[in-house]
């Protein structure tokens, strides 16, 4: 059972950047994809963007386009997430998710393991 680990959530104000990191505890080369998703309180989890493989493509969804940014270090099996021009609607839990047979790890459908999720919370 893999395990996923988040770190670097806090309270940024509007306009900031953070760096989420996902630490695996085991190498993720036998993933299928791995992503970022968010729950804000009262609404449902959203995926935000994934990586394909270990060599793959990085694709984003509408919320993350232009803003977010997901990286990969294969030797750590860490992923990041640099989010940039933050804004209040983006505060919420953001979670690290991993697929193990495939789907794209936008869809929490896919998704075969959790990370514990990190609070992110945008001030005005």
């Known amino acids: 059972q893999m395990q996923l680990v988040e770190s670097g959530g806090g309270s940024v104000q509007a306009g900031g950047s953070l760096v989420l990191s996902c630490a695996a505890s085991?190498?993720?080369?036998?993933?299928?994809?791995l992503g970022w998703f968010r729950q804000a309180p009262g609404k449902e989890r959203e995926g935000l963007t994934t990586i394909i493989g270990n060599a793959g493509g990085t694709y984003y969804t509408r919320l993350a386009e232009g803003r977010f940014y997901m990286s990969q270090d294969s030797a750590k099996n860490t992923v990041y997430l640099r989010m940039t021009r933050l804004k209040p609607e983006d505060t919420a839990i953001y979670y690290c998710?991993?697929?193990?047979?495939?789907?794209?790890?936008?869809?929490?459908?896919?998704?075969?393991?959790w990370g514990q999720g990190t609070q992110v919370t945008v001030s005005s």
């Open positions: 998710a991993a697929a193990e047979y495939g789907g794209t790890c936008t869809s929490v459908h896919a998704v075969s393991y």
């Open positions: 085991e190498s993720t080369s036998r993933i299928a994809c």
